[in-house]
């Protein structure tokens, strides 16, 4: 059974930092790449950020550049989110999503996080 169990979400300041957890399992992780999208209310899903099945590359989306960094332990078979400075527009729910190729992906179910004073 394919499981992605994200963690980390809460509510912080603006400015300060959080990371965000996803814990995979029935599935060969290593060999699935990962990503991070976010939704806020009212507005569509967007990518986050994605990084390569071992590791080896990294994407980000604009308005997270310099603030946020995915990373990955494929002996852990989990893959990260550091948020940092961050801003009432990062304000969303965060989900993990591992996918091969086109056709199989993965989703996780989500965890909330908030940037409000």
């Known amino acids: 059974q394919v499981q992605l169990v994200e963690s980390g979400g809460g509510l912080v300041q603006p400015g300060g930092s959080l990371r965000l957890s996803c814990a995979a399992s029935?599935?060969?992780?290593?060999?699935?790449?990962m990503s991070w999208y976010r939704q806020a209310p009212g507005k569509e899903r967007e990518l986050v950020a994605t990084?390569?099945?071992?590791?080896?590359?990294?994407n980000y989306a604009d308005s997270v550049k310099g603030r946020f960094t995915i990373s990955r332990d494929n002996g852990k078979n989990t893959v990260y989110l550091r948020m940092n400075s961050l801003k009432s527009e990062d304000t969303a729910v965060y989900y993990c999503?591992?996918?091969?190729?086109?056709?199989?992906?993965?989703w996780g179910q989500g965890t909330q996080v908030t940037v409000s004073l």
């Open positions: 990084i390569s099945s071992l590791g080896g590359g990294t």
């Open positions: 999503k591992g996918f091969r190729g086109r056709t199989i992906e993965y």
């Open positions: 029935g599935f060969t992780f290593s060999q699935y790449a």
